[in-house]
């Protein structure tokens, strides 16, 4: 089958995947709600397993293919370096990479399910990793809220925020020693973004950092309205 040019918005290969994955969502939440904790651990690994694991396969691809790329194609932009070691979290689901992955997944997926980053279209392997990795991740935190309860605290905003800051230092680092753009640090993607609104580089790398931090908090606040519920119920 001949692949298709990049990805439209708007297009069927835009919004098929994003409906399909809401419907096999809930099915995958509501099957595992009905189960005993050990049946929705196992999902929940297998979840993990399955996003991991595409990642890995396609590195392994396109690194067998040749011409694999140190300054463009190592999984260190956010959503395939989340990806890559998701499966370390559906594993132990510990609480504390919980509170690092549900403001990253949400702030970082969300950008890449509205306007997808994909060269090359659908049958691509590209194009399957892409959905993979953005859809999978969003399904991976909305079942460990509504299967495991787990529901993030005031402290975890702060984590996340600084945790984040952390990596983009990292990345920057990386960046010039390879001399690549890693998170858009140095250069806009080609696509349109959200990022094109914040004016050139530096200024919209500072900027998007600067509205993390609302962002943030604008997550949270449902949690936040949750959890008051509950205790004036207990009360």
């Not at 460990?144 to 984040?164: H, Q, R, W, Y």
């Not at 050139?200 to 949270?220: C, R, S």
Request: glycine fraction near 6%; charged fraction near 10%; charge should be positive.
């Amino acid at each position: 089958m001949e692949l298709t040019t990049r990805v439209l918005f708007g297009s069927l290969q835009h919004i098929l995947p994003i409906l399909l994955t809401i419907v096999l969502g809930f099915a995958v939440i509501l099957y595992a709600k009905n189960k005993h904790e050990s049946i929705q651990i196992q999902v929940f690994k297998l979840l993990g397993v399955f996003v991991s694991g595409v990642m890995v396969v396609f590195h392994g691809y396109q690194i067998s293919k040749g011409g694999y790329s140190l300054q463009t194609d190592l999984p260190l932009f956010l959503c395939s370096f989340m990806a890559l070691f998701i499966v370390l979290f559906t594993a132990t689901r510990r609480f504390v990479l919980f509170e690092f992955l549900v403001f990253w997944v949400i702030i970082g997926t969300t950008q890449g399910v509205i306007t997808p980053e994909i060269e090359v279209g659908f049958p691509s392997f590209d194009y399957f990793r892409y959905w993979v990795v953005h859809l999978g991740l969003i399904l991976i935190i909305a079942y460990a809220i509504v299967v495991f309860k787990m529901k993030p605290n005031l402290k975890s905003v702060v984590k996340s925020f600084i945790g984040l800051q952390v990596y983009l230092l990292i990345l920057m680092g990386i960046n010039k020693l390879l001399d690549a753009n890693y998170g858009y640090l140095n250069q806009k993607p080609k696509s349109a973004t959200i990022l094109d609104y914040f004016g050139e580089w530096p200024t919209y790398v500072i900027t998007a950092q600067l509205i993390l931090i609302p962002a943030f908090f604008l997550i949270y606040f449902p949690f936040f309205l949750v959890s008051k519920k509950n205790k004036n119920a207990v009360n």
